[in-house]
């Protein structure tokens, strides 16, 4: 498998993913802005949609959309726990905070990233993500990941979502404790070190 990846991009999320299911795999970066892979060739030949995460099959099938490819990764290692069974009624649950993060948080963080967003429009995106992650400090009250005490691919997509917010677009949510102490908790997993440590992500000691 191939995970075309952008350092510190959406693609964070299938690449723990990747590294908690134990599979084999090869990273490909990907320049966003010139949609180049860094040997040069086209990525829109790749991808058409021209973003990341994608997930290349040594079949030739490519599978996009973050919270589908991190369903397909888990359902390869079913028996690591990385997401319910299909058709479990713990499943819809995964399925609706995959949901979640990718309609009220990853669509409401995306747009800040832009240059010409005027101040006020982020002001109003920036005030929208602030109530969800009230939300969701409320709802990780007593649990240690998202689905309980189990560590599921929903677990890597927020993570990614939270250090968006707190390293790359200024949210304070220290008074956010059940996210706080959620995000350092996801942070210690050997396994998201690593996926950080191979994207260049993490700070140097």
Same mark, same amino acid.
């Given at each position: 498998?191939?995970? &075309?990846?952008?350092?510190?991009?959406?693609?964070?999320?299938?690449?723990?993913?990747?590294?908690?299911?134990?599979?084999?795999?090869?990273?490909?970066?990907? /320049?966003?802005?010139?949609? #180049?892979?860094?040997? +040069?060739?086209?990525?829109?030949?790749?991808?058409?949609?021209?973003?990341?995460?994608?997930?290349?099959?040594?079949?030739?099938?490519?599978?996009?959309?973050?919270?589908?490819?991190? %369903?397909?990764?888990?359902?390869?290692?079913?028996?690591?726990?990385?997401?319910?069974?299909? /058709?479990?009624?713990?499943?819809? #649950?995964?399925?609706?905070?995959?949901?979640?993060?990718?309609?009220?948080?990853? #669509?409401?963080?995306?747009?800040?990233?832009?240059? @010409?967003?005027?101040? /006020?429009?982020?002001?109003?995106?920036? /005030? *929208?993500?602030?109530?969800?992650?009230?939300?969701?400090?409320? %709802?990780?009250? +007593? *649990?240690?990941?998202?689905?309980?005490?189990?560590?599921?691919?929903?677990?890597? &997509?927020?993570?990614?979502?939270?250090?968006?917010?707190?390293?790359?677009? +200024?949210?304070?949510?220290?008074?956010?404790?059940?996210?706080?102490?959620?995000?350092? *908790? @996801?942070?210690? *997993?050997?396994?998201? %070190?690593?996926?950080?440590?191979?994207?260049?992500?993490?700070?140097?000691?």
């Amino acid at each position: 498998m191939k995970l &075309y990846y952008s350092p510190g991009a959406c693609s964070l999320s299938p690449h723990i993913a990747l590294l908690e299911a134990g599979l084999p795999y090869e990273l490909v970066k990907v /320049d966003l802005r010139a949609k #180049k892979l860094e040997n +040069g060739d086209d990525f829109l030949k790749i991808s058409p949609k021209g973003q990341v995460p994608a997930l290349a099959f040594d079949s030739g099938e490519l599978v996009t959309e973050g919270p589908v490819i991190v %369903q397909m990764i888990a359902d390869k290692v079913a028996a690591k726990n990385l997401a319910p069974a299909r /058709d479990s009624a713990e499943r819809y #649950k995964l399925l609706e905070w995959l949901n979640y993060i990718t309609t009220e948080l990853h #669509k409401n963080l995306g747009p800040m990233f832009s240059p @010409v967003l005027a101040d /006020d429009a982020k002001a109003f995106f920036k /005030d *929208r993500a602030m109530g969800k992650f009230k939300y969701l400090d409320g %709802q990780l009250a +007593g *649990r240690d990941y998202l689905m309980g005490s189990q560590f599921t691919v929903a677990d890597g &997509y927020l993570f990614t979502m939270l250090l968006w917010a707190t390293e790359r677009l +200024g949210f304070d949510l220290s008074s956010l404790s059940n996210l706080t102490a959620y995000k350092a *908790r @996801v942070a210690a *997993r050997p396994k998201v %070190q690593e996926a950080l440590t191979k994207e260049g992500l993490l700070k140097a000691a």
